[in-house]
């Protein structure tokens, strides 16, 4: 019996977040086509300020990181 609920439990929270996502509107994929939104930084720590247009055609890594 516990199993059971457990099992639904878990079915109606999958259901509940499928349908927040999809009424959400959020692409998981971004659009092919479309350009990259330009880099916005306040301060740039190690590097002179980067645009996209000077990394085009080039591997780029993007690790984000939040201080505080």
Same mark, same amino acid.
């Given at each position: 019996?516990?199993?059971? /609920?457990? $099992?639904? $439990?878990?079915? /109606? $929270?999958?259901?509940? +977040?499928? $349908?927040?996502?999809? !009424? *959400?509107? @959020?692409?998981?994929?971004?659009?092919?086509?479309?350009? !990259?939104?330009? @880099?916005?930084?306040?301060?740039? @720590?190690? *590097?002179?300020?980067?645009? @996209?247009?000077? +990394?085009?055609?080039?591997?780029?890594?993007?690790?984000?990181?939040?201080?505080?």
């Amino acid at each position: 019996m516990r199993q059971r /609920l457990v $099992v639904g $439990v878990r079915a /109606l $929270v999958t259901a509940g +977040l499928l $349908v927040l996502t999809a !009424a *959400s509107g @959020i692409d998981a994929q971004p659009a092919p086509g479309r350009a !990259a939104p330009e @880099i916005t930084a306040g301060n740039w @720590i190690n *590097s002179a300020p980067l645009t @996209i247009g000077g +990394l085009r055609g080039q591997v780029v890594a993007v690790e984000f990181w939040t201080f505080g």
